[in-house]
């Protein structure tokens, strides 16, 4: 024998005599938009470098190194080439 202890019971049931209440819409909302955010962010790109130092230094360092990228990582790259060149060759 199974027993339901909320059997008779609905979550969704509404209260008899009381209407949902709803939020008055907002008169200063309305469809204006607001791009202060948008505009600090331009701001902020604007001021942005186009070439910075450090990046650069970075990959003139890492092109005269003889060991970058490493063997591991040139053999895993090979691989995928290797896997995805035939499912081209059959897809077409």
């Known amino acids: 024998m ?3 202890p909320n059997a008779g019971t609905n979550p969704l049931q509404s209260v008899p005599g009381r209407t949902p209440a709803t939020a ?13 955010e948008t ?21 003139r360092a890492l ?7 490493p ?4 053999n ?3 691989n995928l080439f290797a896997a995805n060149l035939n499912r081209d060759e059959i897809q077409q």
């Open 24 to 36: 008055p819409a907002d008169p200063k909302v309305g469809d204006a938009a607001s791009f202060q």
């Open 76 to 78: 895993a790259i090979s």
């Open 71 to 74: 063997l591991s990582t040139v």
């Open 39 to 59: 505009d600090a962010v331009n701001g902020a790109l604007l001021q942005t470098p186009e070439v910075r130092p450090e990046a650069v230094a970075r990959a």
């Open 2 to 4: 199974e027993v339901n």
């Open 63 to 69: 092109i005269a190194d003889v060991q970058y990228p």
